[in-house]
Nanobody, 125 residues
Framework: QKQLVESGGGLVQAGGSLRLSCRASGDTFNSYGMGWFRQAPGKEREFVAAASWRSGVTDHADSVKGRFTVSRDNAKNTVYLQMTSLKPEDTAVYYC??????????????????WGQGTQVTVSS
C-alpha cells in the first residue's frame, strides 16, 4: 500500500504561481509513474500532468502546456507540479496519483492505483 500526501495548495491571484508537492511512502517510488489530476466543482476529474518512472519522461494536458511543469525527485519520494500563469479556470482540487510499477505514462484515472487526499487551488480574477 502506498500513501500519497499532497501539499502546497492555496489561494492565488490570476497570473500567479504555486508549487504543489506530493510525497509518497515506501521505498520503490522510483519505479512508479506519477500523475496529477484535478477536479473543479461540478466537473469530472481530469488529467493534468504525469511523470514517468523513466527519468525525464513527462507529459502535460494541452490546457496547461507551457504553464505547468511536472517533475520528480526520487531521492525525496516526491513529485511536484509547478504552476505558473494561473487562471481562474485552474481552480480545482488537485490530486496526485501513483500508477503501476514500470508502466508507461497513463492518462485515465482508472489506470492509477493510489491517490492522495487532494489539495485545493483557488485562483482569483
Amino acid at each position: 500500500q502506498k500513501q500519497l500526501v499532497e501539499s502546497g495548495g492555496g489561494l492565488v491571484q490570476a497570473g500567479g504561481s504555486l508549487r504543489l508537492s506530493c510525497r509518497a511512502s515506501g521505498d520503490t517510488f522510483n519505479s512508479y509513474g506519477m500523475g496529477w489530476f484535478r477536479q473543479a466543482p461540478g466537473k469530472e476529474r481530469e488529467f493534468v500532468a504525469a511523470a514517468s518512472w523513466r527519468s525525464g519522461v513527462t507529459d502535460h494536458a494541452d490546457s496547461v502546456k507551457g504553464r505547468f511543469t511536472v517533475s520528480r525527485d526520487n531521492a525525496k519520494n516526491t513529485v511536484y507540479l509547478q504552476m505558473t500563469s494561473l487562471k481562474p479556470e485552474d481552480t480545482a482540487v488537485y490530486y496526485c496519483a501513483a500508477g503501476w510499477p514500470y508502466a508507461p505514462i497513463r492518462y485515465l484515472q482508472t489506470e492509477y492505483a493510489y491517490w492522495g487526499q487532494g489539495t485545493q487551488v483557488t485562483v482569483s480574477s
